[in-house]
């Protein structure tokens, strides 16, 4: 990382890429390094990294990351921004190659194209998902190596990122074409940067992660739906907001059902995720709450870094024993959006906000002790559904 005339770290060159994400971080990134820039760190793990734009700037921090998620588009963009290793040129002869093709009418445009006269909303005009067949089925005629692809994938879920007529994600699809929807897809070259640290890019169950590696730093923004009592809980998961992006990375023609054509592996019952989950337990505890206790418990990391949401199913109560029970409470972080600043560092037992305005919070915590999964979650993991999103 760089510093400033006075040796201060300073973060003003990060800049990360990402799709529209409905989880993004992006607006609390500087807060982030921030609030761990003075520790004593240099192996550092993103343990639900979505979009990857943490990932990325940890990396162009300085430090070495480990991104992981269930996900496979997110995979798939953490090896192209962490991993890559050729010359910039190389990556982009390909993406003109891929740009010259002729679309065609195929599987993709069948399911996902729509026009001026659809019947049926569609995220993507047809002009657009003739171009994404092509294209995908020419990625695998390349024969290229996973992080080239990878790469040159991560370009085509930016470029179809910039062309769909969603609200961000692909639960449902906007009644009339978004103006964006009218662009050409084009697809442009990732912002590659070269960064000095050892990456690791792992796909899978995050309580495995944490159970065969160790870190300087945890960084965990588990999903958690809203604490809003008057709301029915929503069963839309991670998975099946960005369905689309899933069948675009593996390139088959997976079972769809549903009026927006999602993945039949998308179901609630298939892949929810416990950290998703918005049931209580027998003693009236979110079991999300207590996935989120043996995760942090679990973690053999000297700091755990979470953030979480005012709106989100923990109590001011339970967060706060969860983070004292393993180890100390070191700072809280309030970040205001509204009024896009960020609070004096301190720690609290209460939410900071008392006006029910909906804000983030950074918890940074040092490790004290290591737990084993209680016997309840032990029950809910058994069920063998994915822990993160």
Not at 80 to 106: P, V
Not at 165 to 182: K, M
Not at 194 to 216: A, L, Q
Not at 359 to 377: A, D, G, N, R, V
Request: with cysteine; glycine share 6%.
């Amino acid at each position: 990382m760089s510093k400033t005339l006075f040796g201060e770290k300073d973060f003003s060159h990060i800049k990360t890429q990402g799709i529209k994400y409905a989880g993004s971080k992006l607006k609390i990134i500087p807060y982030i390094l921030e609030i761990i820039k003075d520790l004593e760190i240099q192996t550092v793990l993103d343990g639900f990294s979505g979009s990857t734009r943490v990932s990325q700037a940890f990396a162009q921090a300085g430090y070495d990351v480990t991104s992981s998620d269930i996900a496979q588009w997110s995979e798939i963009c953490a090896k192209c921004f962490l991993l890559h290793k050729k010359d910039k040129e190389y990556y982009q002869e390909i993406l003109n190659q891929l740009n010259s093709l002729k679309g065609y009418n195929g599987w993709f445009t069948a399911h996902y194209g729509g026009d001026e006269n659809m019947k049926v909303k569609m995220p993507f005009q047809k002009k657009n998902t003739r171009k994404l067949d092509a294209i995908r089925d020419k990625i695998e005629e390349l024969n290229l190596n996973d992080i080239d692809k990878a790469v040159i994938l991560t370009s085509l879920l930016f470029a179809l990122d910039t062309v769909d007529s969603t609200l961000g994600h692909f639960s449902s699809y906007l009644s009339s074409w978004s103006d964006r929807s009218y662009k050409d897809l084009v697809l442009k070259l990732p912002n590659l940067q070269k960064t000095k640290g050892n990456h690791k890019v792992m796909r899978g169950d995050i309580f495995e992660v944490v159970k065969n590696n160790s870190f300087d730093l945890a960084y965990f923004d588990p999903p958690y739906g809203s604490n809003n009592e008057k709301m029915p809980p929503s069963r839309i998961r991670y998975n099946s907001y960005y369905h689309i992006w899933t069948t675009v990375i593996k390139h088959y023609k997976p079972s769809l059902f549903g009026r927006v054509n999602r993945r039949e592996d998308s179901r609630d019952t298939i892949s929810a995720s416990v950290f998703e989950e918005f049931r209580k337990n027998d003693n009236g505890s979110f079991i999300a709450m207590e996935a989120i206790r043996t995760l942090i418990q679990n973690t053999k990391a000297r700091y755990i870094l979470l953030s979480y949401s005012s709106g989100g199913r923990a109590t001011k109560a339970e967060l706060t024993k969860i983070l004292n029970e393993s180890g100390k409470l070191l700072k809280v972080v309030e970040i205001d959006y509204k009024k896009n600043i960020m609070s004096s560092m301190r720690w609290t037992n209460e939410w900071i906000n008392s006006d029910g305005a909906h804000k983030e919070y950074l918890f940074l915590m040092e490790k004290t002790q290591i737990i084993k999964h209680s016997p309840y979650l032990n029950k809910i993991l058994s069920r063998n559904i994915p822990v993160n999103s």
